[in-house]
């Protein structure tokens, strides 16, 4: 009997060795420390950038400088007419310009631009801007006709007729005094309806009548409207002998050339300079006459003083 107690007691030792096995076996022991996964992350490099690196220099715009004229070619028809070059600067301040003349014996050019004729020919005036090497050219044409006049043939003679005296010269009698200051006072009677008028200084004159003070005049009586939109204007002088009053026509004629062909003008003006303009000579008396809508009344009236 105790010999079947020691089986049975070895037995269920067995079998618990064996049931322990089955239940633990597949299971490593767990000996030691767990350690963290490695969940380092490498992060790209943010620092500064190379600031020693040089930054290539940058074209800064440059100013645009302009110059130009408000005529590149035009025509005097008569010895001493005369127009107004005007030069356009831009991106210049306080613009210095000096002005040449390719031919002075065809065409002169003073300070302020007025080119004026002298003989027949072609000649190139230049405006250049002072201080840089900016130029610009115009072609002035100064088509200048002389006239030859025939001479008188000789009269035939007759010898069978006894020959003719000639008759005596007769000279004619000198004008009566006319007053240009008070004709000028007359021409605007109704004063609601007169156009606003100032005198032209040496100064006017000289840019808008070239010549005129170089020549000795007697009387000297010149208007000008206040606003340039007004189609008026009167200049009367008394010249001192007839090569004056030659050189005074071809003045005046000169400033209506210059009116017409100024594009600046107002159209309304331009077309009564052109229509209505007049030069009138009485003796040595001599009258340049535009007055819109009535220049053919002042031109009557001037011509009753002779």
């Known amino acids: 009997m105790k010999h079947i107690r020691l089986i049975s007691l070895g037995t269920a030792v067995v079998l618990s060795l064996s049931l322990l096995t089955a239940c633990g ?10 350690s963290d996964p490695d969940v380092s992350i490498s992060t790209p490099d943010v620092s500064a950038p190379d600031v020693s690196t040089e930054i290539p220099p940058v074209d800064l715009p440059q100013v645009i400088r302009s110059l130009a004229l408000n005529k590149t070619d035009f ?128 100064d006017a004159l000289d840019a808008f009548y070239p010549g005129l003070n170089a020549i000795a005049l007697k009387q000297k009586v010149a208007y000008m409207p206040m606003m340039t939109a007004v189609p008026c204007e009167i200049v009367l002088v008394e010249c001192a002998n007839a090569a004056d009053v030659a050189a005074v026509k071809a003045i005046f004629n000169a400033r209506i050339a210059a009116q017409v062909d100024n594009h600046f003008n107002y159209p309304m003006v331009i077309e009564a300079w052109e229509r209505e303009a007049k030069v009138v000579a009485n003796g040595n008396f001599v009258a340049l006459l535009v007055v819109s809508g009535m220049t053919d009344t002042v031109v009557s009236d001037f011509n009753a003083l002779f």
């Open 25 to 34: 076996g597949d299971k490593a022991p767990v000996s030691g420390s767990v």
């Open 75 to 202: 025509t005097l028809k008569t010895a001493g007419a005369s127009y107004k070059l005007v030069a356009d600067v831009f991106g210049v301040e306080d613009p210095v310009i000096v002005w040449t003349s390719s031919d002075e014996a065809v065409a002169t050019v003073d300070e302020n631009g007025v080119v004026t004729a002298v003989a027949a020919g072609t000649a190139t005036i230049t405006a250049a801007l002072e201080g840089t090497d900016m130029t610009v050219d115009c072609t002035v044409r100064c088509n200048i006709k002389t006239e030859e006049q025939p001479a008188d043939p000789a009269p035939e003679v007759n010898p069978e007729e006894p020959p003719v005296e000639p008759a005596p010269e007769v000279k004619p009698e000198a004008p009566a005094k006319v007053d240009l200051a008070a004709f000028y006072n007359g021409i605007f009677t109704d004063p609601d309806n007169s156009p606003a008028m100032l005198p032209m200084d040496n």
